[in-house]
């Protein structure tokens, strides 16, 4: 069953220090610092997976450090795959620093000093893996603090099944967990860090590529044109003479992801808000407009009935 702690749940004034205990409880002894002290906000589920488990974290601005004292109080043997969901990270360790943003994913060692540094609001999925599970399958030292790509191949098989876990029943999540560690570690075996490579793309790429990234706050034809390799006037130019715009195709598809959620029973106990963070909406008002204008209902009414026409 997942766990959930929460800063929500204690006055402003001593939000952070809690926030100190939690991340501590759940993950292993860290040391955070924040600037924020008069209210800070942040909010961990933890999902178990056998001898794995997947987290996901949302909260505010910090620096995250595992120092030699953390490590010699919670000592723990394994690697920790951090996705970047929203917003934008650091991650340092053995003098390399990666630079994560939406969609991006890269690993830590738990046995070893590290930091995340997080310049704004952040959300991350957090997969813990035993060493020996990587360190059987990858041939010398794990290369951590390295991004990976998951734009295709096995990085982006890898962020599919960790998006899915909190999905599964428990059972079905800790066999799937397995198969995500041993991805992950063929991702690690091979070449890491590189760069897209600039080359023809077509409008169902550009369409595949928004689809995986819905719930990615900075998704925009700059981000796409990134990941494809291509330019932004590309990316505008393979919507030229459509029906629908690059934005108009990401409200579209978020609405589309937003219903399918109403609908399904499986998420019933999340609410409207959380639905429309996971479908990519910043803006629950906006949300609310959005799916009005396209569906002649609101949400609620479309979670009631269990049914919703075709947009407009």
């Known amino acids: 069953m997942a766990e959930t702690w929460s ?28 600037d924020l002290r008069d209210g800070f906000a ?11 488990s997947l987290a996901r974290i949302e909260s505010q601005r910090q620096l995250v450090r595992r120092t030699e004292r953390d490590i010699a109080r919670t ?4 690697f920790y795959a951090n ?41 991350q999925l957090s997969f813990f893996v035993p060493a020996s599970l990587l360190t059987a399958q990858v041939a010398g030292r794990v290369p951590t603090a390295t991004r990976i790509d998951t734009t295709g191949g096995v990085g982006a098989a890898i962020r599919h099944a960790l ?3 909190p999905t599964l029943a428990p059972e079905t999540a800790a066999r799937l967990a397995v198969h995500a560690g041993g991805l992950l ?16 793309r077509t409008y169902a790429q550009v369409v ?39 934005a108009a195709t990401v409200r579209r598809l978020r609405l589309e992801q937003a219903v399918r959620d109403l609908r399904d029973p499986a998420r019933r106990h999340l609410r409207i808000i959380d639905i ?15 799916f009005r204008r396209a569906y002649g209902r609101t949400p609620s009414q479309v979670r009631a009935s269990g049914i919703a026409t075709d947009p407009e």
Request: hydrophobic content about 45%; aromatic content about 8%.
């Open 276 to 290: 429309a963070a996971d479908a990519g909406f910043a803006d629950v008002a906006g949300f609310h407009r959005a």
């Open 75 to 78: 000592p723990r043997h394994g």
């Open 7 to 34: 800063t929500r749940t204690t006055a402003p004034p001593r939000q952070f220090d809690y926030w100190r205990e939690l991340i501590c409880a759940a993950f292993l002894a860290l040391t955070p610092e924040s």
């Open 185 to 200: 570690a063929v991702a690690l075996d091979g070449p890491v860090d590189a760069a897209p490579v600039r080359s023809r």
């Open 208 to 246: 595949v590529d928004i689809e995986e990234h819905l719930a990615d706050d900075d998704l925009c034809p700059t981000t796409t044109a990134w990941r494809l390799g291509i330019s932004v006037r590309g990316v505008h130019g393979l919507f030229a003479g459509r029906e629908l715009s690059y």
């Open 163 to 165: 998006r899915a876990l």
């Open 42 to 52: 942040g909010t961990v589920t933890q999902w178990p997976a056998g001898r794995l």
């Open 83 to 123: 996705l970047q969901l929203a917003g934008s990270s650091e991650m340092r360790q053995h003098g390399r620093v990666a630079v994560l943003r939406p969609g991006d994913l890269a690993v830590v060692d738990t046995t070893e000093p590290f930091a995340f540094e997080f310049a704004t609001d952040f959300r």
